[in-house]
């Protein structure tokens, strides 16, 4: 009798999740946490892939997973082509993208090439819910200020939509029909703007945008930044590095988990507590940004991720926020849930499935 199992897997740049669904229940999940030493022995993240898969063939057999168990496999979409939101199917074109590192590179690249991998093997489609490329945003909000470079939609797509629905459920109301912010605060910070179901706007998480987040640096003074790489003759893989990996906090402190952080910073660390306060102002001044977007028209203002843990950060942005609307608090994500609610919907004929 098969099990009707859809697996997901979300690989993320220190850590990967996977995990088994079954008629709308969470039936196991797994956290793989990856050393520092363990990545650094890849060059590149499209060879940590052999090595990630070994880790969730583990998981399938401690689950006793076999064949005709499995009705469909899904993986977090990665840096490809802009797209509009939804469920797709994982088709050679998309992976070839998502391998090329052509729009970028991110653990997330990962995900729809591993999802393949086992779809294969068990014999049933893959597909990628949500990428963090889906691109929703109107014309006016692609003009950089610079002729031959336009603004990209990149944000925490799959958590801050979930979010977002899930808030407004709660509120009796219908996400296409509501006004929200989204402050999605992990190790990457990206801040959106929905209106009535599409994201018209955002402050992107990864090509320096905005706030400054643990390990991104978020908006720079370019002319300063210009000059350094010029000065230290920077190539493009390390500018990126600097942007997303080696930015933000862990440039003041050269520590990315935040609660060390915060724990540092309020006993009495004055230079963390700055350090910290700095990224809180920074991220409440995307959603002021995101407020004037949406015309002041806002439902609820949510924040997001694994940072929205935090009292001290929540208090810190809600002081400067709370005048614009309602804000509410979903802290962690919810990516796993809905990478396979995603599915379910095409599976059961809710949605079309699109194509890449
Ligand atoms: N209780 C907490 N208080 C403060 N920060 C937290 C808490 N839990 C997690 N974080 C921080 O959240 C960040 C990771 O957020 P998460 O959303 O899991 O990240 P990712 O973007 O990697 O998915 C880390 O900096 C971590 O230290
Ligand atoms: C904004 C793109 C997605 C992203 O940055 O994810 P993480 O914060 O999980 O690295």
Known sequence: MTRNLVLVINPGSTSGKVALFSEGKLISEKVIRYTVEELAAFKTINEQQPFRKVKIVEYLKENNVRQGDLIAVVGRGGLSKPIVGGTYLVTGEMLHDLAS??????ASNLGAGLAKEFADEYGVNAYTVDPVVVDEMQ?????????????????????SKAAARAVLA???????ESNVIVAH???????????HGSVIDVVNGIDGEGAYSPERTGGLPLVMFAKKIIDERLDMEQVKKI??????????????D?????????????????????????VAKCI????VVLKGQVD?????????YSDYVVSYIKDYVSWISEVEIVPGEKEMEALYQGVMRVLNHEEDVKIY
Request: charged share 20%; glycine share 16%.
């Open 139 to 159: 014309d006016v909000a692609r003009l950089s200020g610079l002729a031959g470079i336009e603004r990209r939609s990149v944000f925490h797509t799959l958590n």
């Open 185 to 195: 605060m992990g190790g990457g910070v990206s801040v959106s703007a929905h209106h």
């Open 288 to 291: 002021g940004e995101m407020a």
């Open 243 to 256: 942007l997303a990996g080696d930015g933000g906090i862990k440039s003041y402190t050269d520590e990315i």
């Open 258 to 282: 935040l609660r060390i952080v915060e724990k540092e910073a309020l006993s009495g660390n004055a230079a963390y507590r700055n350090y910290l306060d700095g990224m809180c102002y920074q």
């Open 300 to 308: 609820y203002i949510i924040l997001t991720g694994g940072i929205s």
């Open 101 to 106: 590192g052509e729009y970028g590179m991110h």
């Open 170 to 176: 709660e509120h009796h109301q219908v996400y296409e």
